[in-house]
């Protein structure tokens, strides 16, 4: 039985590319990540596929599971990351919380990223580099509140 490959579709998360839930726990992540690397590393293949250039597609494969895996085992890369993938997937079919601007965030300057305290304990995240022209909506990284970013409003000269 042939598995899907989620390493070669484009669009695919880097959850989908390791092939395990949004919850999954490092150890979770830690051995998915090993068992494909195992199947798609260039140099650990067990079969070789040099067929009609389906050896760089496995090449591919392999550098998306290991920049998956750069990012979700770093807990503060991984935050950023479901930040942006919030921001990606969240439209208005979320129940919004409360609705904040930029300046409602605390910059913290040594790990370069935005937070806002939720009610529950947990982090809003912003996304980086992301310039706020149009209001965004950002889960919670601990619960399911989602507040609305609205841009902040330039004071108009009267």
């Not at 390791?18 to 999954?24: D, G, I, K, T």
């Not at 304990?121 to 970013?149: H, K």
Request: glycine share 2%.
């Amino acid at each position: 039985m042939a598995q899907h490959n989620a390493a070669a579709q484009p669009n695919a998360t880097h959850y989908d590319v390791l092939q395990v839930a949004r919850n999954a726990t490092l150890e979770e992540i830690r051995k998915s990540y090993q068992t494909l690397a195992l199947r798609y590393h260039p140099d650990k293949r067990q079969t070789p596929t040099m067929r009609s250039g389906e050896g760089s597609n496995e090449s591919d494969c392999f550098i998306r599971i290991d920049e998956a895996w750069k990012t979700l085992r770093d807990e503060r890369l991984r935050r950023i990351y479901d930040a942006e993938l919030m921001q990606q997937t969240c439209r208005e079919e979320h129940f919004v919380n409360e609705v904040l601007t930029e300046e409602d965030f605390t910059r913290n300057e040594e790990e370069s990223f935005s937070y806002h305290l939720c009610r529950c304990g947990g982090y809003y995240i912003l996304p980086e580099e992301t310039p706020i022209v149009e209001p965004i909506f950002v889960s919670c990284d601990e619960c399911s509140l989602v507040v609305q970013i609205d841009p902040v409003k330039k004071n108009a000269s009267k």
